[in-house]
């Protein structure tokens, strides 16, 4: 189990049974009080209270053994293969800050594949944050008026320390000197803190950096392994007479 505190209600627990959920042992031996395993991940886990962490509904029953991802398998065998491969060794990407770029056109499993490793991460106990660029966008935004104070810096903090950062449909957002510059700072401190970051996108690389420029698009490259994947819209239906 990774060191990450469960929570149930208000109550932490320690996952290694050591401490009271404080994050604080007793050493009854010596009769000093000790940090407990749990602590650190405690403290993080509270660091990165408030990100949107939670799978959305739709992705909610997301499985290798599930619809739609027999038919994403069939399509593009090398690529769910890779995402399989990733989940196995999990915990030592997210240590090591190695990510998974997925792109490719509409509707071919690139948000589904995502989701999958998000849920494995959130099932194994490590934070996630989970947006689409435009809501995340948002979430920032807000933070110039917010007078809980909130401020963009403390937001930036709390993106740059969460385990697992996925962004949904990078590159279709209204470009602007703003949304280039917010998007850099944030995978700019994933990179430097070596932190995982998962994007989807239907844009291939060079279009992608003209979109959001090269100097994103670089670090990405680095952090990230590139999956793509191709075929037809899987979520059109298909019209027409029968006879």
Same mark, same amino acid.
């Given at each position: ?15 290694? =049974? ?7 042992? #007793? ?52 690529? #769910?293969?890779? #995402? ?21 056109? #509409? ?38 008026? =917010? ?13 740059? =320390? ?28 994933r990179y430097e803190e070596e932190r ?31 999956l793509p994947l191709y075929g037809a ?11």
């Amino acid at each position: 189990m990774p060191p990450v505190p469960n929570r149930a209600g208000d109550h932490w627990s320690c996952p290694y =049974d050591e401490c009271d959920g404080s994050g604080i042992r #007793v050493d009854e031996a010596r009769l000093v009080a000790l940090d407990c395993r749990c602590r650190e991940a405690r403290q993080r886990s509270v660091r990165v209270s408030g990100l949107r962490s939670s799978i959305p509904r739709k992705y909610r029953e997301v499985s290798f053994d599930r619809a739609p991802m027999p038919s994403i398998a069939a399509t593009a065998p090398a690529q #769910v293969r890779a #995402v399989r491969a990733y989940i196995r060794d999990l915990a030592d990407n997210l240590r090591q800050g190695r990510g998974l770029w997925l792109y490719g056109t #509409v509707g071919t499993g690139k948000t589904t594949l995502a989701m999958l490793v998000s849920k494995a991460a959130i099932d194994a106990g490590h934070s996630v944050a989970i947006y689409s660029l435009p809501r995340l966008l948002a979430e920032i935004r807000t933070t110039y008026d =917010d007078a809980s104070g909130d401020t963009y810096t403390a937001l930036l903090d709390r993106l740059a =320390d969460v385990d697992l950062l996925h962004i949904d449909d990078v590159g279709t957002e209204k470009t602007s000197e703003w949304v280039l510059e917010q998007l850099y700072s944030i995978i700019n401190a994933r990179y430097e803190e070596e932190r995982t970051v998962i994007i989807t996108t239907n844009l291939e690389r060079e279009d992608l950096a003209t979109q959001i420029h090269e100097r994103t698009v670089s670090r990405l490259e680095e952090m990230c392994e590139v999956l793509p994947l191709y075929g037809a819209d899987a979520r059109r239906q298909q019209y027409g007479r029968t006879a």
